[in-house]
T-cell receptor, first 115, second 116 residues
Framework: GAVVSQHPSRVICKSGTSVKIECRSL??????MFWYRQFPKQSLMLMAT?????????EQGVEKDKFLINHASLTLSTLTVTSAHPEDSSFYIC???????????FGPGTRLTVT | TQLLEQSPQFLSIQEGENLTVYCNSS?????LQWYRQEPGEGPVLLVT?????EVKKLKRLTFQFGDARKDSSLHITAAQPGDTGLYLC????????????????FGQGTILTVHP
């Protein structure tokens, strides 16, 4: 149980375009979903926290107009990278938790490359 | 701001050796999770500890939560090449107003390489 999927797993886009990444909890209803960014051989950096039906809470330094997060249902959250630039190239990972549980369950990640 | 100091950052050992990874903080956490991540994949949850002094074992892996819930350790006995990966500790915090919104503070990670 507690499976989280992400789509796409890899995406290459041109500078200036927008890219949408989907995160789904497959076998549970996610009270909260999280979006992280990870650079090679480094730990995870939290970008934002989202609860179903409410606005996402962004971490300091993360541009909310550039990284649009929508948490439309208890099983789906999306991250849209708008007007992507090469410096946005990274590994983006989502996670989900439910109820009063401590654990977060992670998706497999999305490798974004902006050319 | 809660910080979690994880050490060592890199560990390169031979198959059969033992190792310990540490996570330390000046903050109290409601829980402590350990994850393992392989390149190009998402972290996979290994264990959650919530009680001060708690010890959990998962085959050759032993996890301990400090009495004051500020630190934790992961000990691997007789490491195998299959243990190679990035190990992450993450502390759970309690949200404002006493509600637990589940935000995790991650350590810097430990890259473990076990040579055959």
């Amino acid at each position: 149980g507690a499976v989280v999927s992400q789509h796409p797993s890899r995406v290459i886009c041109k500078s200036g375009t927008s890219v949408k990444i989907e995160c789904r909890s497959l076998d549970f209803q996610a009270t909260t979903m999280f979006w992280y960014r990870q650079f090679p051989k480094q730990s995870l950096m939290l970008m934002a926290t989202s609860n179903e039906g409410s606005k996402a809470t962004y971490e300091q330094g993360v541009e909310k107009d550039k990284f649009l997060i929508n948490h439309a249902s208890l099983t789906l959250s999306t991250l849209t990278v708008t007007s992507a630039h090469p410096e946005d190239s990274s590994f983006y990972i989502c996670s989900a938790r439910y109820g009063g549980h401590y654990e977060q369950y992670f998706g497999p990640g999305t490798r974004l490359t902006v050319t | 701001t809660q910080l979690l100091e994880q050490s060592p950052q890199f560990l390169s050992i031979q198959e059969g050796e033992n190792l310990t990874v540490y996570c330390n903080s000046s903050s109290v956490f409601s829980s402590l999770q350990w994850y393992r991540q392989e390149p190009g994949e998402g972290p996979v949850l290994l264990v959650t500890v919530v009680t001060g002094g708690e010890v959990k074992k998962l085959k050759r892996l032993t996890f301990q939560f400090g009495d004051a819930r500020k630190d934790s350790s992961l000990h691997i006995t007789a490491a195998q090449p299959g243990d190679t990966g990035l190990y992450l500790c993450a502390g759970g915090s309690i949200g404002a107003g006493g509600t637990s919104y589940g935000k995790l503070t991650f350590g810097q990670g430990t890259i473990l390489t076990v040579h055959p």
